[in-house]
């Protein structure tokens, strides 16, 4: 390999490496865990694995015939993980991701396992890697018309979003190497090119907008993205929020709304939106208030329990939390309240 080739062959790869490192990030680190961080993951995933196998095949032709399978393979998840992270990103209706993942996922594996790529390139070549491409281009197609009111809101500065910006460029990126793939004709180097410049391309964006850890890398939906709830998710909600009440589960020091969400079996961005735009509260604002609610019963009832044990009691995990809380909601501290009381 000369030195140009090395060269290439350096920012080709850095780029799949860094693309791995990315994914790996989403899927196992980011601190807001939601469906959103783990498609975009997994697109990535596949992503870095589809270009590791142009890269390395393209300077090191001998490369086992089972890794440029893997590789290969990769390209059919590549296009339904891109649908299944803006269909997440734009909407909060609840997914049927297995749709979408696997039966792509059992067939290429059947067919790796009937017709592997060893004893049957050609079928590979002719076939199989057109369909992919294919199946790829469909998923385009439809992650784009999800992202079209984020397009169309790119021309009005006074509408626009971080995320808008986001989505966007991520579907593009992903186009962007679906195109290289289509139009070079197996030219790895510029493959791994264009996909060094899209990973790295996220980087910059996460500096750009100096996005914290706590905001998962600017992946979560703006808020409510001016959804209405219509009347039959408010119904809904309605119906099954009397639960945390029946079911105390407000008592519960680290309860989450993902934990609320999942006992209503509800979308918690749409638990979220209902609290806030019907309730008039946020989540933490009204479990607090039922705990609160639940300290002032305790405190009438139970004169043989101390103020601190009344706090644990009512759900807090904290002595400072529960006295900040009170005082908050009430105007006065637990301890006055209790002297004050009228029976």
Known sequence: MNFED???????AIGAFNGL????????????????????????LMLSIRILKSVFFHFYPQLSSAFIQVGLSACILIGPFLFLYL??????RKQNWLIHVLPYLVGITLLGIFFPF??????WSNWVIKGIYFQWLI???????????????????????RMDIWIVSVCF??????????????????????????????????????????????????????????QEIVTEIQQGIVLIKEKELFLNPS????????????????????????????????????????????????????????GYESGFNSKSTFYTTFKKITGISPGKYRKSRVF
């Open 6 to 12: 090395q060269i290439i062959f350096f920012f080709s």
């Open 21 to 44: 490192l990315i994914s790996l990030y989403f899927i196992f680190t980011a601190e807001k865990k939601n469906r959103s961080n783990y498609f975009l993951g997994l697109l990535l």
């Open 87 to 92: 269909q997440s990103s734009t909407s909060n």
């Open 118 to 123: 060893v004893e049957h390139p050609s079928t």
């Open 139 to 161: 998923y385009i197609i439809l992650s784009i018309q999800m992202i079209i009111p984020s397009i169309k809101r790119l021309t009005d500065f006074q509408k626009l979003q």
């Open 173 to 230: 990126g992903v186009v962007l190497v679906w195109g290289a793939y289509i139009i070079g004709a197996y030219k790895s180097h510029l493959v791994g090119a264009l996909s060094f410049t899209f990973i790295h391309y996220l980087v910059i964006l996460l500096v750009i907008f100096k996005i914290k850890r706590n905001d998962t890398l600017l992946f979560s939906k703006e808020k409510y993205q001016n959804k209405e709830l219509n």
């Open 255 to 310: 309860l989450t709304l993902d934990d609320v969400a999942g006992e209503l079996n509800i979308t918690k961005n749409n638990l979220s939106q209902y609290l806030n735009e019907t309730v008039g509260k946020s989540f933490s604002t009204y479990i607090n208030d039922l705990r609160i609610e639940r300290a002032i019963q305790l405190l009438h009832a139970q004169n043989n329990y101390t103020i601190d044990s009344i």
